[in-house]
């Protein structure tokens, strides 16, 4: 008999990117998905403990969203849906939750699976936790081929080879300094003194108009493909990752660095200087370890290839079928 998930989509652009990676290695013919849009009020702030198993913290009319029939399966995709999927649970005791990331210890044994990346190791574990390495993503070889064949002209006047860059910046109180921007541009400017080439560059809301302007003045002289924060033209993220043959991504960003392992292209993590959070840096070690990634500045980055991609979302959507 088909089964039916309902997946809960908030405004967490990183977390919804995963669970669409995750749908989309779902097999359809088993199971229906149906995406409940989750739209937050203030109260959403307040600590799950507080909101406990309710809809507490939800608009009026997403709380209409929820109601019965209610599913075999509910996928929470962040820590604000946890209480979402609890309050499901309490009206409808067979369905079974399925939570992307670490849900807090507040309800944590109501979850039939949890699916945590290696480097939260350190938090509460129950006999339902799965670790995987980094997180699920939607880069697949038919959305690459997809993008190349949309991006792949608009790139053709540029010399070859192509190297992504791939920059976000400020996290959790922590600036994308100055000193880390003058340290990236001249790591982007070494990299293509040995490669040649051009590069495709996008920023984030998170880099700074500093920190960027510092970027952009570093590489000035190479050519190039822009698309900056604030740019109004069509985004072409996913040609970037589809059309480089090389990928530079700061590591600040789980879910950039995962979508860029997904390419199955050679990836080189920037790390910087006082800047990443020792669990970014857990997750930056995670990837070079697994032979995904390897540090930009590392003595042996020139003739980095790397052994695997990461395609998490198919785990987990096999840990899921199981259930």
């Not at 669409?20 to 149906?34: F, M, P, Q, W, Y």
């Not at 199955?264 to 020792?278: A, D, Q």
Request: positive net charge; aromatic residues 8%.
């Amino acid at each position: 008999m088909k089964k039916t998930l309902w997946v809960l989509m908030d405004d967490r652009r990183g977390s919804v990117g995963q669970a669409l990676g995750v749908i989309a290695a779902l097999n359809g013919e088993k199971i229906t998905i149906i995406e409940k849009k989750i739209v937050y009020t203030k109260t959403a702030s307040l600590p799950n403990w507080l909101r406990g198993r309710s809809l507490l913290g939800l608009t009026a009319e997403s709380k209409t969203e929820i109601k019965a029939p209610f599913p075999d399966y509910v996928m929470s995709i962040s820590r604000r849906t946890v209480p979402v999927a609890r309050y499901i649970k309490k009206l409808s005791p067979q369905t079974k939750l399925i939570q992307l990331m670490h849900p807090g210890n507040t309800g944590i044994n109501d979850f039939s699976l949890i699916v945590v990346p290696e480097h939260d190791k350190n938090k509460k574990c129950t006999p339902s936790v799965h670790y995987i390495v980094g997180c699920p993503h939607r880069i697949t070889p038919e959305y690459l081929k997809a993008a190349k064949e949309e991006w792949e002209q608009k790139f053709a006047h540029l010399p070859k080879p192509l190297t992504a860059v791939i920059v976000g910046g400020a996290i959790k109180g922590k600036p994308f300094s100055d000193e880390n921007a003058t340290d990236l541009g001249e790591a982007i400017k070494k990299f293509k003194e040995k490669t040649g080439g051009s590069i495709l560059i996008t920023t984030s809301r998170r880099t700074g108009a500093g920190p960027e302007k510092i970027i952009m003045n570093a590489i000035k002289n190479i050519p190039q493909y822009t698309f900056l924060w604030g740019d109004t033209q069509q985004n072409p993220y996913s040609g970037f990752l589809a059309c480089a043959d090389n990928i530079i991504v700061t590591g600040d960003s789980v879910s950039m660095c995962c979508e860029a392992t997904g390419t199955g292209k050679p990836i080189y993590l920037f790390i910087g200087k006082n800047w990443l959070t020792p669990k970014h840096l857990r997750f930056v070690r995670s990837l070079c370890d697994s032979k995904c990634a390897t540090l930009i500045d590392d003595e042996n980055a020139a003739t980095f290839k790397p052994r695997n991609s990461l395609n998490a979302a198919k785990e987990i959507a096999e840990l899921i079928e199981k259930l």
